[in-house]
């Protein structure tokens, strides 16, 4: 679950120069917790639509690796 997570925020934080944007929306700057803030308040479903839509993903995947 926690790579899940990893693997999405890297979609939904956007660094530059040292500068956070909003990878969603592309909105800036903010900073750590104003990105955060943004996101939860903004992009909370989305987010957890990507998180249940790659953790299927991952389920799918490794069942298969199972089932041969
Ligand atoms: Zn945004």
């Known amino acids: 679950m926690r790579r899940v997570v990893g693997s999405i925020s890297s979609e939904i934080v956007v660094s530059r120069d040292g ?3 909003c990878g969603i929306c592309k909105r ?3 900073t ?3 990105l ?3 996101l ?3 992009h ?3 987010i957890l639509e990507m ?3 790659k953790s299927r993903r991952i389920k799918r995947f490794y069942s298969g690796l ?3």
């Open 40 to 42: 939860l308040r903004v």
């Open 51 to 53: 998180v249940e839509e």
């Open 44 to 46: 909370r479903d989305e």
């Open 36 to 38: 955060y803030l943004h």
């Open 28 to 30: 800036g700057t903010f």
């Open 19 to 21: 500068l956070l944007y």
């Open 66 to 68: 199972y089932n041969g």
């Open 32 to 34: 750590k917790r104003g």
